[in-house]
């Protein structure tokens, strides 16, 4: 008899991969700017516990390490600059995505 293959082991595509593997391949090579973090701190939340997406995971991760940041750091910085200030308001041309 054969099992049915479950979809718990089969990894997804985030939609918005594409776009969020441009921006890491970018940021892994920045230094943590107000915005490179924030950007940071919204990607981690975007691929945490999603069942794919592993090699923008383990990229994100790589840049925490990186900046010398854990993840409870790098959301405490980033609730400083948004308190400060639209960090995204320079780059108004830029659709904000909160996906």
Do not use: C
């Not at 900046?67 to 600059?81: H, N, P, Q, V």
């Amino acid at each position: 008899m054969v099992e049915p293959t479950s979809s718990k082991n089969i990894d997804q595509q985030h939609p918005q991969w594409a776009t969020d593997r441009q921006t890491v391949t970018q940021m892994l090579n920045k230094e943590p700017s107000d915005f490179n973090l924030a950007e940071l701190a919204r990607l981690k939340i975007r691929y945490r516990g999603f069942p794919g997406g592993r090699d923008i995971q383990s990229d994100l991760d790589k840049i925490l390490k990186q900046w010398g940041l854990t993840e409870a750091e790098l959301y405490i910085k980033t609730r400083e600059i948004h308190e400060r200030g639209q960090v995204y308001a320079v780059r108004s041309n830029k659709k904000e995505d909160w996906n």
